[in-house]
């Protein structure tokens, strides 16, 4: 299973991402976290303490280059993160959950970081996962890595969605996107709701219902405050979480 995380900037994906990786490792599922953002804070966000140890996707280019002139095919054929010399070299494990990050992209001219993202999506439709196994990508705001059919490889993707109009209307300009590249299945996940009004002021704004809602929770403003890892947090999220890991499961 691979789940792809999209949404205006600063609705709680990489929160969210953190608390669906919790609940999927409790579920004893092996969960493959990559850090998109140009700016990466999944891994305090997941508790992973030596995050600098992790060398950035972004510096596999170069290595990828070798291997090509060396062998025949595609350095991807038959990627898989457990046993694929390659990959284990970008990644850092911390208590079943692995992570690793696009690193520090270097914007070419016109603002894109290509050949990051071009690592990435090859990444993403070669790798062949067990049932066990699942691929969460956590992205920058927007709908830039659809754009440029980063995304195009993987089977879910949720759009988070705050009770704001500006929010809807990224989420719908996303879905947009996602349908166009064909992405099999599209979940709004909401967040920060604080009432029925905002729970009612989502569910007509997107014409259909989010398949979870995320309290607005001083829990997790007091854990980012204090730099704490939110990944096993459930106290004060009623029963989001686990809404949203049925949701993925659902498949
Ligand atoms: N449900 C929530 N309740 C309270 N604060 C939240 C919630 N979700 C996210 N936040 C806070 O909002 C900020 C942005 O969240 P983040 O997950 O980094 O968003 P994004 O990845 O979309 O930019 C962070 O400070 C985070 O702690
Ligand atoms: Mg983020």
Redesign the pocket.
């Known amino acids: 299973m691979k789940i792809a995380?999209s949404?205006?900037?600063?609705?709680?994906?990489?929160?969210?991402?953190?608390l669906l990786a919790g609940k999927l490792r409790q579920q004893g599922r092996e969960v493959l976290v990559i850090d998109a953002?140009p700016s990466p804070?999944m891994a305090q966000?997941l508790g992973v303490g030596n995050a600098e140890e992790v060398k950035p996707i972004a510096e596999m280019t170069k290595l990828l280059a070798e291997r090509a002139g060396k062998s025949e095919g595609s350095p991807f054929y038959n990627l898989n993160p457990d046993v694929n010399d390659l990959l284990q070299d970008f990644m850092i494990k911390h208590e079943n959950i692995r992570l690793m990050v696009l690193g520090a992209v270097q914007v070419a001219e016109g603002g894109c970081a290509c050949p990051e993202n071009h690592v990435l999506r090859k990444m993403l439709k070669k790798m062949l996962l067990t049932a066990k196994e699942v691929v969460l990508l956590?992205m920058?705001?927007g709908v830039e890595h659809l754009g440029r059919g980063t995304v195009a490889g993987v089977d879910q993707l949720l759009i988070?969605v705050i009770p704001s109009r500006s929010s809807i209307r990224t989420a719908l300009k996303i879905k947009q996107m996602a349908e166009d590249v064909k992405i099999p299945r599209v979940l709004f996940v909401a967040?920060?709701?604080q009432d029925e009004e905002d729970r009612q002021f989502l569910i007509d704004a997107l014409g259909e219902e989010p398949v979870a809602f995320?309290?607005?929770?001083?829990?997790?403003?007091k854990?980012?405050?204090s730099e704490t890892a939110?990944i096993d947090l459930e106290q004060g999220?009623e029963d989001a979480p686990e809404q949203l890991l049925q949701a993925v499961n659902a498949k």
């Open positions: 995380i949404g205006k900037g600063g609705v709680g994906k990489t929160t969210i991402m953190a953002d804070h966000t956590d920058e705001a988070v967040n920060m709701v995320f309290p607005d929770s001083s829990t997790i403003r854990a980012e405050r939110i999220l």
